[in-house]
């Protein structure tokens, strides 16, 4: 299956922000919802926040108010705009589409540390 390319990770101390970017097939992009995940050493992967193809947007409850998800049509691209970042959002970042997953890509990796 076709992936999804996520890029932007890096290490942040807490408080400080980040933006992640997730490209995507045109063929996904136009017609599937797109969501950030993230996993942690030894957890599950969880959804964290999604974005429709009419622009609406949902949020987990534990990042509501801190991460916003945008896209931008012409690039095939969605984003997440982290802020405020705490140790317990270090993880590996994912972009998926929905509800019908992609192949999963590589992640990328956000480490929220002092």
């Known amino acids: 299956q076709v992936q999804l390319v996520e890029s932007g990770g890096g290490l942040v101390q807490p408080g400080g922000s980040l933006r992640l970017s997730c490209v995507a097939p045109?063929?996904?992009?136009?017609?599937?919802?797109i969501g950030w995940y993230r996993q942690a050493p030894g957890k599950q992967r969880e959804l964290v926040a999604s974005i429709e193809t009419g622009g609406g947007r949902n949020y987990v409850d534990f990042v509501a108010g801190r991460y916003t998800i945008s896209r931008d049509n012409a690039k095939n691209t969605v984003y997440l705009q982290m802020n405020r970042l705490k140790p317990e959002d270090t993880a590996v970042y994912y972009c998926?589409?929905?509800?019908?997953?992609?192949?999963w890509g590589q992640g990328t990796q956000v480490t929220v540390s002092s």
């Open positions: 998926n589409s929905l509800p019908t997953n992609s192949a």
């Open positions: 045109r063929s996904i992009f136009s017609i599937y919802s």
